[in-house]
């Protein structure tokens, strides 16, 4: 074998390595092909720029991303303008509540989305419901599957923590038009609770609750060890308090969402901040237009 090495110019070690690049390329190709295919589920019309943009995907560039996309399968096929009333048929129903709104006190915007998050050898999918106003997130579950009783068990979570049987309509559930926040027990229980449904146009139009998840994902979870699943709740449980209990925020003046909370009890409703959930246009080139943007503006 040395003289076949020598032969081809190349030495025993460097034929090794080689291999063991190609290994790993090939073990790196079947995770983003996994992680495609989950995000389609969720977001069935996004393609795969803005995939790459979303998921941030380490080592491997968008131009790399995009072109083992649609090798892979996953162009976007057109869709026939008289048929597009026959898919999504259920989110359809509802629209996006969010524009130019103001709020002044929690249980007035709750906000949704699913994660995923990459740890033990799979993917692993977390549903965070947050309280726009506070920053609070007051409703989580792990799974490791995308199935929409994931969902309701952490909005179940949620409304056990607020403990308002009817919130007489003051109160926007707003999320992405997955088809778990779509599905038929999922806002059964939300109209139960007299809770309004807001859903995105777009897949910006959830900006809040996509920093957080950004936040408990990447800034906690991914720098911990974690050797089991069972760890992986204990730790994710640890997470969710130590943020809601202790990280503070520049927009609720250096208080974490506890605290914030239990100050707004001690500050009547018409001293407290208000904040306005406001609509930006993006110029003719841009290509995202009419966006939501849920940066909040305090007035």
Same mark, same amino acid.
């Not at 589920?41 to 995009?66: N, S």
């Given at each position: 074998?040395?003289? !076949?090495?020598?032969?081809?110019?190349?030495?025993?070690?460097?034929?090794?390595?080689?291999?063991?690049? @190609?290994?790993?390329?090939?073990?790196?190709? !079947?995770?983003?092909?996994?992680?495609?295919?989950?995000?389609?589920?969720?977001?069935?019309?996004?393609?795969?720029?803005?995939?790459?943009?979303?998921?941030?995907?380490?080592?491997?560039?968008?131009?790399?991303?995009?072109?083992?996309?649609?090798?892979?399968?996953?162009?976007?096929?057109?869709?026939?303008?008289?048929?597009?009333?026959?898919?999504?048929?259920?989110?359809?129903?509802?629209?996006?509540?969010?524009?130019?709104?103001?709020?002044?006190?929690?249980?007035?915007?709750?906000?949704?989305?699913?994660?995923?998050?990459?740890?033990?050898?799979?993917?692993?999918?977390?549903?965070?419901?947050?309280?726009?106003?506070?920053?609070?997130?007051?409703?989580?579950?792990?799974?490791?599957?995308?199935?929409?009783?994931?969902?309701?068990?952490?909005?179940?979570?949620?409304?056990?923590?607020?403990?308002?049987?009817?919130?007489?309509?003051?109160?926007?559930? @707003?999320?992405?038009?997955?088809?778990?926040?779509?599905?038929?027990?999922?806002?059964?229980?939300?109209?139960? @609770?007299?809770?309004?449904?807001?859903?995105?146009?777009?897949?910006?139009?959830?900006? @809040?609750?996509?920093?957080?998840?950004?936040?408990?994902?990447?800034?906690?979870?991914?720098?911990?060890?974690?050797?089991?699943?069972?760890?992986?709740?204990?730790?994710?449980?640890?997470?969710?308090?130590?943020?809601?209990?202790?990280?503070?925020?520049?927009?609720?003046?250096?208080?974490?969402?506890?605290?914030?909370?239990?100050?707004?009890?001690?500050?009547?409703?018409?001293?407290?901040?208000?904040?306005?959930?406001?609509?930006?246009?993006?110029?003719?080139?841009?290509?995202?237009?009419?966006?939501?943007?849920?940066?909040?503006?305090?007035?």
């Amino acid at each position: 074998m040395n003289d !076949v090495f020598a032969l081809c110019g190349i030495s025993r070690q460097a034929h090794f390595q080689a291999l063991q690049r @190609h290994l790993q390329e090939q073990q790196k190709a !079947v995770l983003y092909v996994r992680s495609m295919e989950q995000v389609r589920q969720i977001h069935p019309g996004m393609g795969l720029r803005t995939m790459y943009e979303m998921l941030q995907p380490e080592g491997i560039g968008r131009d790399g991303f995009v072109a083992l996309g649609l090798q892979e399968g996953f162009r976007l096929k057109t869709v026939e303008k008289q048929t597009r009333t026959t898919y999504s048929v259920k989110s359809r129903r509802y629209g996006n509540l969010l524009g130019d709104i103001e709020f002044n006190g929690i249980n007035q915007l709750w906000s949704s989305d699913i994660t995923y998050l990459y740890c033990l050898d799979q993917f692993f999918y977390i549903v965070l419901i947050m309280d726009i106003y506070s920053r609070r997130l007051i409703g989580y579950n792990l799974s490791d599957n995308m199935r929409a009783e994931n969902n309701l068990s952490a909005l179940q979570m949620a409304l056990a923590l607020r403990g308002i049987e009817s919130y007489q309509h003051s109160l926007i559930h @707003h999320s992405d038009k997955g088809t778990q926040y779509a599905s038929d027990a999922y806002t059964e229980v939300l109209e139960r @609770h007299a809770i309004r449904i807001s859903m995105c146009n777009e897949v910006y139009e959830n900006t @809040h609750i996509e920093r957080v998840n950004d936040t408990i994902k990447n800034q906690y979870l991914n720098r911990m060890e974690i050797n089991n699943r069972r760890q992986l709740l204990t730790k994710l449980d640890a997470t969710i308090k130590t943020y809601n209990e202790t990280r503070p925020h520049q927009s609720l003046h250096k208080m974490s969402p506890v605290e914030y909370e239990n100050y707004l009890l001690k500050i009547p409703v018409d001293k407290r901040s208000r904040m306005k959930i406001y609509t930006i246009e993006l110029n003719a080139d841009a290509s995202i237009t009419k966006q939501i943007n849920l940066f909040s503006k305090e007035i």
